[in-house]
């Protein structure tokens, strides 16, 4: 009871610290161009073949925009990114089949969320950011705790699988092919252990839902508008990749690796004290 106590309340706590920002955002930037085009599946089509090829997100964004009022979608937001803390420490639970997530565990996700996310305005307070990110991570977890937790074959687990790996696989182009990995490697050890076929739904949905993502002809005809980007070499496009941004985003995480560390060095400690 004690630490259903602390769970709640640690929910309840950082629910209130992301409300107070998040009801007072107004729209701006491209908030206005979504809300515009609506909800018309016409709209979405045109967009989809002439710009981008994220359906989910693109589809959350006039949804938001178009059936709630700015301060419900900050109320809602701030549901997402406190389910998306609360996912990420489940997910090892649901690996271990256990029924529990730890309070302190998601105190600190959701902290480090809060001080090392370099934009923390766009992906989780802007709506059409909150769309494209926070929200596409969200349906990237479910997927995820949906897998780990589902334990035996059955028409609902297919489906449910299947649907959710279309979702996860057509998030944004930085995860789709995360997913699709994960899905191999997840699918490949349930076969494996205990012969489940369900899980090979997860690949052919997340395969389906990052190409639906990544061949969209929008992404092509935006990427027209920057000719002096397609028309570099893939081994330039690489390099600088790693050479120039790579270095960069990984020192804005210095607290993500310092709390990694402090944790392994516990882990580190305790294992030698019980040999």
């Known amino acids: 009871m004690i630490m259903l106590n602390k769970h709640f309340f ?27 085009k609506g909800m018309s599946i016409n709209a979405e089509i045109t967009h989809y073949l002439g710009w981008s090829g994220r ?23 701030a549901i997402c990114l ?31 969320y809060w001080i090392a996310n370099p934009n923390l305005g766009q992906t989780s307070f802007w709506v059409v950011g909150t769309a494209n990110y926070l929200w596409t991570n969200l349906f990237i977890l479910i997927y995820l705790y949906a897998i780990a937790r589902i334990q035996n074959d059955s028409k609902l ?57 990544l061949l969209s002809p929008g992404n092509y005809s935006r990427a027209s508008t920057f000719p002096g980007w397609v028309d570099t070499p893939l081994q330039n496009k690489i390099a600088d990749h790693f050479i120039n941004r790579f270095e960069g985003t990984l020192q804005v995480y210095w607290q993500v690796y ?18």
């Open 258 to 275: 310092i709390v990694i560390a402090v944790f392994m060095i516990i882990s580190a400690c305790s294992t030698k004290d019980r040999h």
């Open 10 to 36: 640690s929910v309840i706590l950082f629910f209130i610290i992301i409300l107070v920002p998040s009801v007072h955002v107004p729209m701006h930037s491209d908030d206005y161009h979504y809300i515009l």
């Open 55 to 77: 359906v989910v997100a693109d589809m959350i964004s006039p949804f938001l925009l178009v059936f709630f009022p700015t301060k419900v979608i900050g109320i809602i937001n």
């Open 157 to 213: 687990n297919y489906s449910l699988v299947f649907l959710l790996s279309i979702i996860a696989g057509c998030s944004n182009e930085n995860t789709s092919i995360i997913v699709v990995l994960i899905s191999i490697c997840h699918s490949i050890y349930l076969y494996k252990k205990n012969n489940l076929k369900f899980c090979f739904f997860g690949v052919i949905g997340s395969v389906i839902g990052a190409s639906i993502l």
């Open 82 to 112: 406190v389910s998306v803390s609360l996912l990420i420490s489940a997910i090892p639970y649901a690996l271990l089949k256990k029924d529990k997530c730890s309070w302190f565990n998601f105190s600190v996700i959701i902290m480090l």
